[in-house]
């Protein structure tokens, strides 16, 4: 009876644990980390956030965490949904959830409308309805929007970005009460992160065009794939990134340290751009993918140090 009762509970675990797996997986957990960690860090530097933290401090930073991953959860749940039969088409996918038929499309559903509710409630109850209201365009845009724009034309891409650097926006405009927001700050973290999703997303979609193409998703800016035209828009918006990166210093935001730290790191993108503007392969493009996601990581830690020093 005991080698019974655990055979059952070892079952049982794994069963629970394979359950887990597979809602991280619908949710993109690295990606939505990524989302989240960049509306929490933005939440930290707005003017009116101090650079020392009380409970209330932690409590807030958890709250926003947590509402944060649900809306972006939710939204990530619309779009394996909607893409489920496409999905499965790509070795890079195959395996998601909904897509290898482990989660019916039924409970994924049910998921994403949960989560976007509770997520949008947490942000207006918690915080204001301004960071909810934008929650939850952001949560529409991808979801209704992005998702199915993918497969008509590649200015899905241009749509994409939008909810891709509203998160920034959310967390600076969760710090402020009522309608005492600094909107300037709002639209400088969103311009920042707008931008850099343009040589992020194509170098990503650049090392996957094939599977895109086989799924039928028309993600790069030519219409004959990788090409010098997709490589020289990966230098323009790079380069695009240069005058943003002044922004918070001559507002205020943040001090000279952070200028030099966000001038840096732009001059990089641009130059692994240029590299593959040059060489064309996908080695480079690699580069341009890698530096990205270390890009925004360094930048938004750069701007919050800087701001916690400074305490203007």
């Known amino acids: 009876m005991t080698k019974e009762n655990n055979t059952i509970t070892n079952s049982t675990q794994l069963a629970l644990a394979t359950k887990v797996k597979d809602y991280f997986q619908l949710i993109k957990f690295t990606l939505s980390f990524m989302v989240v960690f960049s509306t929490v860090v933005c939440f930290l530097i707005a003017p009116n956030e101090k650079s020392d933290f009380d409970r209330s401090k932690v409590a807030s930073v958890l709250l926003l965490f947590v509402g944060g991953m649900l809306v972006t959860g939710s939204a990530n749940a619309i779009n394996q949904i909607a893409e489920k039969d496409t999905d499965a088409i790509m070795k890079r996918t195959a395996k998601r959830p909904v897509a290898s038929g482990r989660m019916s499309v039924n409970e994924a559903t049910a998921f994403a409308v ?14 204001n309805y301004q960071s909810a209201v934008t929650g939850l365009i952001s949560l529409f845009l991808y979801g209704f929007i992005y998702t199915p724009l993918k497969k008509v034309n590649s200015i899905a891409v241009l749509i994409g970005a939008i909810p891709g650097a509203i998160p920034c926006m959310i967390g600076w405009i969760a710090a402020f009460g009522g309608n005492q927001i600094e909107w300037g700050g709002a639209w400088i973290m969103f311009g920042i992160q707008f931008l850099w999703q343009f040589p992020h997303f194509w170098a990503i979609a650049w090392l996957a065009h094939t599977d895109y193409t086989t799924a039928g998703f028309k993600l790069l800016p030519g219409d004959k794939g990788p090409t010098k035209f997709t490589a020289l828009q990966t230098v323009i918006y ?3 990134m240069i005058p943003f990166g002044f922004l918070p210093w001559y507002m205020n935001i943040a001090g000279v340290t952070s200028l030099w730290i966000l001038t840096l790191c732009n001059l990089w993108m641009v130059l692994v751009s240029v590299q593959l503007f040059l060489k064309m392969d996908l080695k480079s493009a690699r580069m341009v993918m890698f530096s990205s996601y270390f890009y925004l990581m360094v930048v938004l830690l750069a701007l919050f140090a800087d701001r916690t020093i400074a305490g203007t």
């Open 114 to 127: 949960i989560a976007g509710a509770l997520g949008v409630f947490i942000l207006w109850y918690f915080f």
């Open 238 to 240: 790079s380069a695009l």
